[in-house]
């Protein structure tokens, strides 16, 4: 054979044309994919192996191309195969609808990251934009320009709800296993040796969104990890921040920052992301065009939304609103208001579920999956939880926790003593449910912990109750990659199209309110309804008792629309 390598161009789709089912085969994977290189590359292993057998080698052809030693011969890293399934072909798809519909602020970040990974030099970047400007479009973007290319993105974030809206997101606390009680000496619990390791050595990109949400800890706790862990690499690379691996953190600082329990403004400022010791080190990128501008019908609307977006602004800013003792008493307008009389709450729930009960019985899965009602405390929470349980005609099944001390405490005798079952039985605390939770078919309920992060069932992710076993809880996933999918839940622990906001009680968070209010925009009401101006007050010190706080603001319901 005179020309070997105009054979090999001609018949490698012939000669390779059962690699990726063996590779998927071996690994038990269906959703596995590779791209035509890896192909092309495992294939001429394979003819590298039978000239071996018979004495020869590649090497014996100079004109034929050589494998480049990166062979798939059974993956059995998990977390890698993960991050290997995802359709390429598809992506590219996506890749090319995306890249024409950016921005020009937005194809300059795109660009400016792409090439700082193409570098590979290492960068930290903070991508800075209010509500609506097009972040979560971005990390979508970059995101399926390295995955179509087989390149690995590790998308976080600070909170469940945000990581759903990422593709293959997860909470950064559970990816980088982050400690949950940190400190300024916490690192996070990544060993080497271990699969997840691996996965990071092979990382191009970490995309970080709601970064601020974040106490700094984390992020100097993934800093030292990164960096001991590549220490050992022996290029100048692993000495960067993150260990040399490119991340991308974004947010608004307008919007919730790490609660300090007790902390005033001082705390919390020194708690933030810019009070990491790499901030001066990060490349702050802006957006500043609200694109949610571009969604009014008519010229009414846009200076509507122009109007309701510069006062939402003002509000993230701090420009409205009179302190008072340390808190902000900010005046929402009559347009945003129902009217307060006793049918408020009534007016509010038919407002974001109209027609509630027969959307119940007809397990609307759309319908609910687009709506919910925010409020600041789980007190009220679980009052509008009663309120519309009562409503439901289906038979209300409960179910009771099991509540110990951990026999590992130091002081257990005393401890089981003190917290006995009945005790731990009353407690009721944010991300826990409560000791008794009453379910009926055809209800939305949140998920309060991760189960399967892969699967999209991690906290915050929304499920519609199908069917209440003795020990499970069946639901169909309402948010998230895996919408529609039947799963039943052993334990229960988003872009909305209608939301409403009770408000019985002041917010007691920097940035609750503005979050809130970030996710919708003004929903008129009629003339011949009566309306009223109510006050919030947002609290910057201590969180508001629980119990004794009604009476701090006038109470409200508000009532708005995407």
């Given at each position: ?219 100097e706790s993934l800093d030292k990890s990164l960096r001991d862990i590549f220490k050992d690499d022996n290029n100048d690379v692993s000495k960067n921040p993150f260990g040399g691996i490119i991340i991308v953190l974004g947010g608004d600082f307008r919007q919730i920052l790490p609660v300090v329990p007790y902390g005033g403004r001082q705390e919390i400022v020194h708690a933030t992301i810019n ?266 010190s201590a969180p508001p008792d629980s119990h004794e706080d009604a009476n701090a603001s006038l109470p409200g319901h508000m009532k708005v629309e995407l």
């Open positions: 054979m005179c020309r070997p390598e105009h054979v090999w161009d001609s018949c490698w789709k012939y000669l390779s044309d059962d690699i990726l089912h063996r590779q998927r085969q071996v690994i038990g994977r269906q959703d596995f994919h590779m791209s035509d290189e890896e192909i092309k590359n495992n294939a001429l292993a394979e003819i590298e192996k039978i000239l071996q057998g018979n004495g020869k080698s590649l090497d014996d052809f100079p004109s034929m191309p050589k494998p480049n030693g990166v062979i798939f011969c059974g993956i059995h890293n998990k977390l890698i195969l993960d991050e290997m399934c995802y359709d390429r072909a598809f992506l590219s798809e996506e890749l090319n609808k995306y890249l024409s519909c950016l921005t020009d602020e937005q194809r300059k970040v795109y660009d400016t990251i792409i090439q700082a990974v193409n570098k590979n030099k290492g960068g930290v970047f903070f991508l800075y934009g209010f509500g609506g400007t097009g972040k979560t479009f971005v990390w979508k973007t970059l995101s399926a320009s390295f995955r179509s290319k087989g390149q690995i993105v590790l998308n976080v974030a600070s909170s469940g709800i945000a990581a759903e809206l990422l593709p293959g997101g997860r909470t950064a606390h559970s990816r980088f296993a982050i400690p949950i009680d940190i400190n300024e000496d916490s690192t996070c619990n990544i060993k080497k040796g271990t699969p997840l390791v691996e996965l990071l050595s092979k990382t191009k990109l970490i995309i970080w969104d709601e970064a601020p949400m974040s106490h700094r800890f984390c992020f009070s990491f010791y790499l901030w001066d080190y990060c490349q702050v990128l802006t957006f500043t065009k609200n694109l949610r501008l571009q969604t009014a019908s008519s010229n009414q609307n846009l200076v509507e939304l122009r109007d309701f977006f510069d006062w939402l602004l003002k509000v993230g800013d701090g420009e409205i609103g009179d302190d008072v003792d340390g808190e902000s008493i900010i005046e929402i307008p009559e347009e945003m208001l129902i009217e307060d009389d006793v049918n408020g709450l009534a007016q509010l729930v038919d407002f974001v579920y109209p027609d509630f009960l027969g959307r119940i019985d007809d397990q609307d899965i759309k319908f609910f999956q687009e709506r919910c009602i925010l409020s600041p405390t789980i007190k009220d929470v679980a009052m509008l939880n009663d309120y519309l349980m009562c409503n439901i005609k289906s038979v209300e099944k409960s179910y009771l926790s099991s509540n110990s001390v951990c026999k590992d405490d130091l002081d257990f005798n005393t401890s089981q003593q003190t917290y006995a079952p009945k005790v731990l039985n009353t407690f009721i605390a944010s991300g826990f449910p409560d000791h008794k939770v009453s379910f009926k078919v055809g209800i939305p309920a949140m998920l309060l912990r991760n189960i399967d992060q892969s699967s999209g069932l991690c906290n915050g992710t929304r499920l519609l109750i199908t069917r209440l076993g003795n020990h499970v809880v069946e639901g169909k996933i309402l948010s998230g990659k895996s919408v529609g999918q039947s799963i039943l839940i052993p334990w229960m622990g988003q872009t909305l199209s209608h939301v409403g906001i009770y408000l019985p009680r002041p917010v007691f968070s920097h940035g609750q309110l503005y979050v809130a209010l970030s996710r919708v925009k003004i929903g008129m009401l009629d003339d011949d309804q009566g309306d009223f101006v109510g006050t919030m007050n947002y609290a910057t």
